[in-house]
């Protein structure tokens, strides 16, 4: 499995990120839903993955739905 | 069988609720629980029957909808969970045991609290309720309809004086979720407790209740939620801080669907034809001789049921007689609920309750009214 680097969003809470995943399917952004290692100990252990190139766009979307991050990491 | 005990619990359901229950029981995966595609999908019925929830109850913040086992567990967690010693509650004289137990027990605490008579019909002039505001009056809790009177309490007037009076607004919709139109915000409810099996259609196991964002809550159930878990202590994160253990998802799930069903019938057509075949059926009961029937008069100032007490038998006679010659099913004794029969003035003999539900048809109450005919003599 080859590594690459990826922009993961983090939320507080499940919920919150069955909602985030509602509005990006229905807007047909590209995603994938991801398990979080408990290192990242600020989120619900369920981070969605983004292209990194529309992170700002996706944040900026997912907003107007009062849906906001705890934070966005890179990993690799 | 005829089956007249839905304020018990509703039978029969939509059959895509028991459609729905059977096909998620057998798809495993626990919400919350590692990210795979089966604890995912748990978490996106459980998000789906809040969005189903929220469009009934008028509520946009989701993340403030609870699911809990009953209605009974919601009104413990809202009632331990938000009081603290010296603190005053106040509740009406038709409340069931799920307020009045917990209340009790939290007099031990130093929780206080008194009950606002409604009159023997059940029906609760808010204009009373000022006298009994003391400087201490933290929470006013009332049923939206009395289980045992049918009566329809007056929300909107209670959730203002409630407001006025600087209280948290807490509501009972046992008997009204699914059949009268609840909307959160503009009712003032800050807690609002419902249960899944009634008149939402849903299966038993599953209620829950809404908390209005910024109104502090503590668990009444501590323990793994699923998220934060490095964290020893609960997290403040709602939905899933308030959720400690497993939920009931596949029951969760059907009783979205039987939301989403009440959603597509609508509110106005279930409660009109409740309130057609309670007009037949009050009008029949009139007719029998030896008969008095509890609660308002006017159909429309009640809900689907109707409980009366009988001259000549004792409600327990006339329910095993129905049940046993006949295949009906009702409900006698006191319905949980000794502050209702109290106001009724039915606390040493109970009454015999008659719940209605949308699947009945006029022939049933014809049926019903029938058999009591012949059990009692009359012209019904």
Redesign the interface.
């Known amino acids: 499995m080859k590594k690459v680097e990826r922009v993961v969003l983090v939320f507080a809470s499940v919920h919150s990120a069955m909602k985030a995943e509602k509005y990006l399917k229905s807007a047909q952004w590209p995603f994938w839903l991801i398990p979080l290692p408990p290192a990242i100990n600020d989120g619900c252990g369920l981070g969605i993955q983004i292209v990194p190139a529309d992170q700002h766009e996706v944040e900026i979307f997912l907003k107007q739905f009062e849906i906001v991050p705890v934070k966005s990491v890179t990993m690799k | 069988m005829l089956y007249f005990d839905n304020a018990g619990t509703s039978w029969p359901k939509p059959e895509v609720v028991y459609q729905t229950q059977d096909r998620v029981s057998r798809q495993g995966g626990n ?2 629980r ?3 595609q089966a604890s ?1 999908q748990a ?2 019925l ?2 789906q029957t ?1 969005e189903a929830l929220g469009q009934l109850f008028g509520i946009t913040h ?2 403030r909808i609870i699911f809990t086992q009953n209605i009974t567990e919601s009104i413990n967690v809202g009632l331990q969970g938000l009081l603290y010693p010296g603190d005053h509650i106040l509740i009406s004289s038709v409340e069931h045991n799920a307020v009045v137990r917990p209340l009790e027990y939290l007099k031990e605490k130093g929780i206080s609290y008194s009950v606002i008579p409604c009159n023997p019909r059940g029906e609760l002039d808010p204009a009373t309720l000022g006298f009994y505001f003391r400087p201490n009056t933290r929470l006013l809790c009332c049923t939206h309809a009395s289980n045992v009177l049918g009566s329809i309490l007056p929300l909107n007037e209670l959730g203002l004086i409630a407001k006025q009076h600087n209280c948290i607004f807490m509501v009972d919709t046992a008997q009204t979720a699914g059949v009268l139109p609840l909307d959160v915000e503009e009712q003032q409810i800050d807690f609002l407790a419902f249960t899944g099996h009634k008149s939402l259609m849903g299966p038993q196991g599953v209620g829950g209740f809404y908390l209005k964002q910024g109104i502090n809550l503590r668990p009444l159930i501590y323990g793994g939620t ?6 020893l202590r609960q997290p403040a ?4 801080g308030m959720e400690s253990g497993t939920r009931n998802v596949p029951a969760i799930s059907a009783l979205g669907t039987g939301v989403e069903y009440i959603l597509q019938q609508g509110l106005e057509k279930i409660r009109q034809h409740e309130i057609a075949l309670m007009s037949v059926l009050l009008e029949g009961l009139k007719n029998l001789p030896g008969v008095r029937i509890l609660g308002p008069e006017d159909p429309a100032s009640r809900v689907g049921l109707v409980s009366c007490i009988f001259e000549e038998y004792t409600p327990e006679e006339i329910s095993f007689e129905l049940d046993q010659s006949y295949n009906i099913i009702t409900r006698a004794g006191l319905h949980c609920a000794p502050l209702a029969h109290r106001t009724a003035g039915t606390i040493e003999r109970g009454a015999l309750r008659f719940s209605l539900s949308y699947f009945q048809t006029e022939s049933d109450i014809h049926a019903l009214l029938s058999a009591l005919k012949t059990i009692l003599g009359g012209t019904a």
């Open positions: 919400p919350g590692g990210v795979n995912l978490s996106r459980l998000f809040r989701l993340e699923g998220v934060h878990s490095l964290d994160i709602w939905p899933e």
